[in-house]
């Protein structure tokens, strides 16, 4: 139900209620309060007993006697009445439905001192069974430079170093070349990543421990780019590429030109280089290039037999960045979410849990080239069908959403196929395509093996 229903009224005070506060007055009292209520009552009401009168009287003075004078009452609660603040333990294990800020209200702690202490940001998504510290060092304030540290920072140089206070509308990029410095060394310097937010009055770093940058100039073409500061030794090899990398920075890093290093790689200015991406890196700025070694790509431009368009596969790999750089559950994990989405949602934890493990293994990092992505391996238009069959944005790169869109569209191809089988045949195949040609020979084994799992899991 969408719908909350309205509450009901109390019902209004019936004549039993009024009995239960007059049962201690004799049953005279009853009948002469009785008889003069109805204000048309053709016969006068007989007097009280002088004596019962008396008594009535006396009971009421009583009662104005116990009444506590209204500036006599506190409007606060005595201290020793108020529930007694929990003391935060050291470390807090994730539970369902948990947020940072109610964690830290619990404890009595301030949510920034607990983002600090857990190297997290306001945007970072925690999941049930995750330890977080609420105590140690790291709860003081930390120092502005520390302001919206990565998840897994790099250890920052020590002292020195030229400082640049953020502004309304800045950017870590322009900031970087606003002192022609790589944004890759700003990253480094600040404990920062592609996902830092940073706001205005915030510190950065934009320069090494005991070394001035150079002032703001206009960035030199590409083919030219040269190191602008203590040049390491020139060295040859590969490297891996890690969150937040740009190919001028790494070049700079090894001491080589860009220009060498894009030829190395075969790559131009445009090529896109995501997280795990392996790159030559030439012997030196007066060496010949190494043979040209292509990128990997995290994610392959085909699969089964089928090549996929180079703009389905860009947008797969970059989505495969992002969730390789970002904390997922564990296998152990997701099977929990998927089977508690399935029972939210009325289908059958057995059937969900099978196409999990059919599709992805429970991995939630994974993604195909046809950019079907996460555990359920739902394809951005399917995640949009699914959005609406919910009635909400779903982000397929959050867990749980992902396991909501795949659940929901199993759900939907249940309610609407002819039969179970053909259910699960459009999972794989399309509803459509199933209905117009039937089932495919490698769709009949795809529902085979999500039968034969679903009794596994049943």
């Known amino acids: 139900m969408t719908m909350s229903r309205s509450p009901q009224r109390p019902p209004r005070p019936s004549l039993p209620m009024l009995a239960a506060t007059t049962a201690a007055l004799p049953a005279v009292v009853l009948s002469s309060l009785a008889v003069a209520e109805p204000a048309a009552a053709e016969k006068p009401a007989r007097a009280i007993p002088a004596t019962l009168a008396a008594a009535m009287e006396a009971q009421a003075a009583m009662a104005k006697g116990a009444v506590i004078p209204a500036s006599s009452v506190s409007t606060a609660i005595p201290v020793a009445f108020r529930p007694a603040q929990p003391t935060a333990p050291a470390e807090y294990t994730i539970v369902r439905g948990d947020t940072i800020s109610a964690i830290a209200g619990r404890f009595g702690l301030k949510t920034a001192d607990v983002l600090k202490l857990n190297n997290l940001q306001a945007n970072t998504i925690i999941y049930p069974g995750q330890k977080i510290k609420l105590s140690g060092d790291g709860a003081a304030p930390a120092s502005p430079s520390h302001a919206a540290p990565a998840p897994a920072p790099a250890a920052a140089p020590a002292g020195g170093g030229a400082t640049y206070t953020v502004k309304s509308g800045d950017t870590l990029g322009a900031i970087a070349a606003r002192h022609n410095v790589s944004l890759a060394d700003v990253f480094s310097w600040n404990n920062l990543n592609m996902r830092s937010i940073i706001y205005p009055g915030q510190k950065i770093k934009v320069g090494g421990a005991g070394s001035a940058p150079a002032p703001a100039a206009p960035a030199p073409a590409p083919a030219a780019l040269a ?58 700025s007066g060496a010949a290039p190494q043979p040209a070694a292509s990128v990997t790509p995290l994610v392959p431009s085909s699969f089964l037999g089928f090549s996929y368009p180079a703009a389905v596969v860009s947008s797969a790999n970059e989505n495969k960045a992002l969730l390789n750089a970002s904390p997922v559950p564990s296998r152990a994990e997701m099977r929990n979410i998927v089977a508690d989405a399935a029972r939210r949602m009325g289908v059958d934890p057995a059937l969900a849990l099978a196409f999990a493990h059919q599709e992805s293994g429970f991995d939630q990092r994974a993604v195909s080239p046809a950019n079907a992505i996460g555990t359920m391996q739902v394809i951005p238009s399917s995640g949009q069908w699914a959005s609406d069959l919910v009635g909400r944005k779903l982000n397929l790169l959050d867990p749980y959403d ?57």
Not at 236 to 241: A, E, K, Q
Not at 255 to 270: D, I
């Open 227 to 284: 190191t602008t500061s203590a040049t390491p030794a020139p060295s040859g090899g590969s490297y891996t590429v890690k969150a937040g990398d740009t190919l001028s920075g790494i070049a700079s890093r090894h001491g080589v030109k860009l220009s060498e290093l894009l030829s190395a790689n075969r790559m131009s200015m445009t090529t896109v280089i995501y997280p795990g991406n392996k790159l030559a890196i030439p012997g030196g």
């Open 402 to 458: 992902n396991a909501t869109a795949g659940v929901a569209i199993i759900r939907q191809l249940l309610a609407t196929s002819k039969n179970e089988d053909n259910a699960i045949a459009g999972y794989y195949q399309g509803q459509y395509s199933v209905s117009k040609y039937g089932m495919y020979e490698d769709t009949k084994a795809y529902v085979a093996a999500i039968k034969a799992h679903r009794k596994n899991f049943g």
